[in-house]
């Protein structure tokens, strides 16, 4: 059985004071079981939420990291360092990534594995955009993104991957992907993946992005293969981000 992951990515938001108010509330919350949960908030406040999450379900995750484990690299941050503060997940390939940062298919797969070599639980985002989805290339797209990387990690690295599947045109918009359109790109996601190992597939865990909100989460996470959700603007709130967190249960 593949436990349920939620996953809330504050991008370039969040403050202080939303961590200690995630932290106390997660303190006092009843959640479903089994569920992970993971938190993804800008650098500078990983160690207050370190601080502010013990105790609670929630643990921490990275939106990026550099391939290096030090050097010269101004403003950039290794899994090593990311290791020191608790990380545990961290994204590679998210679309924000790819198109302001030009972050193509190598450069995910050597962050990705950067993640692991930290032992940190990657992340792997991939998704289309509008134009490629209305061309009718979604699954060329897709799995193009999911094919580069895993062909290249040997088994035992492939079963600690985290696939999140999240439709460009959907993320921030208010646009979301019908079920159906979700379940079918995750479906062809685990049949690839059943091509290396039909054990790893059945084991792999997919999570939705784009717009999840606590009014669609429980028809989303309610698909064979959706297992969780990477989680934007409603992760910022509270109140919402508990309703996703029990649609998971």
């Avoid at 790819?98 to 991939?126: G, K, M």
């Avoid at 979604?138 to 999911?146: C, F, G, I």
């Avoid at 979700?182 to 685990?190: D, H, L, N």
């Avoid at 084991?203 to 989460?217: D, H, I, Q, T, V």
Wanted: hydrophobic share 45%.
């Amino acid at each position: 059985m593949r436990t349920p992951l939620i996953a809330g990515n504050w991008k370039m938001n969040g403050s202080a004071a939303l961590v200690e108010e995630f932290g106390r509330a997660f303190a006092e919350a009843t959640l479903p079981a089994p569920l992970d949960l993971v938190i993804l908030p800008p650098f500078p406040y990983l160690d207050a939420a370190r601080r502010a999450f013990d105790g609670t379900a929630l643990r921490l995750g990275a939106q990026t990291l550099n391939p290096l484990h030090s050097g010269a690299r101004t403003g950039e941050v290794s899994g090593r360092m990311l290791k020191e503060f608790g990380v545990e997940y961290a994204l590679a390939g998210h679309s924000e990534r790819r198109q302001l940062y030009r972050e193509d298919d190598e450069a995910v797969h050597d962050r990705l594995l950067a993640a692991l070599n930290a032992d940190i639980t990657p992340i792997l985002c991939v998704g289309e955009t509008l134009e490629e989805r209305d061309a009718g290339k979604t699954l060329e797209v897709v799995l193009r993104q999911v094919g580069y990387v895993m062909a290249r990690l040997e088994p035992g690295q492939r079963e600690r991957v985290i696939i999140a599947y999240e439709p460009v045109w959907a993320i921030g918009t208010g646009r979301t992907a019908s079920p159906g359109q979700a379940q079918e790109v995750m479906a062809a996601i685990r049949e690839y993946q059943a091509g290396f190992d039909r054990e790893l597939a059945a084991g792999l865990r997919l999570l939705y992005g784009g717009s999840m909100n606590a009014g669609n989460a429980a028809e989303l996470l309610a698909q064979p293969d959706i297992d969780g959700g990477l989680v934007g603007g409603a992760s910022l709130k509270v109140d919402d981000f508990l309703a996703i967190c029990q649609s998971a249960g």
